[in-house]
């Protein structure tokens, strides 16, 4: 079925560096992909949305310098946190819209979401 | 804008105890309402969902229903096992293109 390989699952770095989560779609074409974030005890909140070989449509107050999405690709986008601060630390979660390989049907799938700790 | 409200965790019952967790929203249009629920270590997976007023969503013995005059969809499940410890997220959609708001997530925790 389709499914969003998200990795890494945890990821600790220090501060000033800059940090790649990957997501992956297997078994369908992710034509949308969102990013949301996650801070303790609080919503899922949507960061950007991303359309293949397109840039990036980011939410009111997400940094678009801060926070590098690409999706070069119907299987694969990729968030990258550039200089990465204490104050990022957060879960971080990608879903993914497409269309089934097999079935043809539209598929709305979410990674199992990366826990980054910035020291 | 678009918000969710659940209640917040965690819930600890035991099992075969009936679980409520209570979820009310505010959206401009007529949304779409989910629930999803995420097993520890792994990806957020749609639970049930209800596309207009009154309609039933119902998977694995979870329950919720679209009440649009108090503007809620509580998830409801009977009796519940120590294989429904997750936790659930509420959600929002007022597109087709799959963007969802979420509430803050409630964990349940249910023991033996």
């Known amino acids: 079925g389709a499914v969003v390989s998200q990795h890494p699952s945890r990821v600790i770095c220090k501060s000033g560096t800059s940090v790649k989560i990957e997501c992956r779609s297997l078994?369908?074409?992710?034509?949308?992909m969102f990013w949301y974030r996650q801070f303790p005890k609080q919503s899922l909140m949507l960061m950007a949305t991303?359309?293949?070989?397109?840039?990036?449509?980011?939410e009111q107050g997400v940094e678009k310098d801060k926070f590098l999405i690409n999706h070069a690709s119907l299987t694969l986008s990729t968030l990258t946190v550039t200089s990465a601060h204490p104050e990022d630390s957060s879960f971080y979660i990608c879903s993914a819209r497409g269309t089934d390989n097999l079935s043809g049907a539209n598929v709305l799938t979410f990674g199992a979401g990366s826990r980054l700790t910035v020291l | 804008g678009d918000s969710v409200t659940q209640m917040e965790g965690p819930v600890t019952l035991s099992e075969e105890a009936f679980l409520t967790i209570n979820c009310t929203y505010t959206a401009t249009g007529y949304p779409s309402l989910f629930w999803y629920v995420q097993y520890p270590g792994e990806g957020l997976q749609l639970l049930l969902k209800?596309?207009?007023?009154?309609d039933k969503g119902s998977n694995k013995g979870f329950e919720a229903t679209y009440r649009k005059e108090t503007t809620s969809f509580h998830l409801e499940k009977g009796s519940v096992q120590v294989s429904d410890s997750a936790v659930y997220f509420c959600?929002?959609?007022?597109?087709?293109?799959?963007?969802?708001?979420f509430g803050a997530g409630t964990q349940v925790v249910v023991t033996p």
């Open positions: 209800a596309t207009k007023a009154d």
């Open positions: 078994d369908f074409q992710a034509t949308t």
């Open positions: 959600a929002l959609s007022t597109d087709s293109w799959g963007k969802l708001q």
């Open positions: 991303s359309n293949e070989g397109s840039k990036a449509t980011y």
